[in-house]
């Protein structure tokens, strides 16, 4: 039973550089969400979507894109790699709306701009 | 308005004793109160939710106190066990599309044996 799935688990980006953190989850989750863990500062929403086709902005969400063509998949696009973009991202899903329904979390990708 | 504020920041137990982990928040229109447990280098996951309809909640050892009219809510671990080591987060919505779950910052709790 996959659940949320994010590759990579690790990795290091130089300064400027771009990435996609991949994210899909198998449980025909319409909600799917991003979140960055700083230390002692919780989880901050990045973006999110309702579904294929529809994405919003969270938080936090300057210096990263998203797009959902696929009820499954919810790619993280990072462009021009900050230091301040060192962070745990978490992807996670949930059923229908995010309050009072379970969100599942993947397992995160841990990111270091160097 | 939107913050949700949790104490305190890191908690020492000893193996059977009561850990109590507070939150507060402002804004009244949150109705969803979950709380996430989290083990080092995994994902959040949902320990116990309430709703402001009720005051109290028990799963087990894990118990959510809640008072309305204060705007604060609290998580008790009863005999607490060294594999309840984690870092426990409370968090709030308020039940529509795209506000999700707004995260306090995290209490890492420690179950010395």
């Known amino acids: 039973n996959a659940g949320v799935t994010q590759t990579p688990k690790f990795r290091i980006l130089k300064i400027g550089q771009s990435m996609t953190l991949q994210c899909t989850q198998d449980m025909n989750h319409n909600y799917m969400y991003w979140y960055r863990q700083d230390p002692g500062m919780g989880l901050k929403l990045i973006y999110y979507s309702v579904g294929a086709g529809i994405t919003d902005k969270g938080e936090v969400p300057n210096g990263y894109n998203v797009s959902r063509s696929t009820t499954e998949d919810f790619p993280l696009r990072l462009e021009l790699a900050a230091p301040s973009q060192t962070s745990v991202y978490f992807c996670?899903?949930?059923?229908?709306?995010?309050?009072?329904?379970?969100?599942?979390f993947g397992e995160g990708s841990w990111l270091t701009v160097v | 308005q939107q913050q949700v504020k949790q104490s305190p920041q890191s908690l020492i137990v000893q193996k059977g004793g009561i850990s109590i982990i507070n939150c507060a928040y402002e804004?009244?229109?949150?109705?969803?109160f979950p709380w996430y447990q989290q083990f080092p280098g995994k994902g959040p996951a949902l320990l116990i939710a309430i709703r402001p309809d009720v005051s109290e909640k028990k799963e087990g050892r894990f118990t959510i106190s809640f008072n309305k009219s204060a705007k604060q809510f609290s998580l008790h671990i009863m005999d607490s066990q060294p594999g309840d080591s984690a870092t426990y987060f409370c968090?709030?919505?308020?039940?529509?599309?795209?506000?999700?779950?707004?995260f306090g910052k995290g209490t890492t709790l420690s179950v010395s044996s």
């Open positions: 804004n009244t229109a949150f109705d969803y």
């Open positions: 996670a899903s949930s059923p229908n709306r995010g309050g009072g329904n379970t969100i599942y």
């Open positions: 968090a709030a919505s308020i039940g529509q599309a795209g506000t999700a779950l707004i």
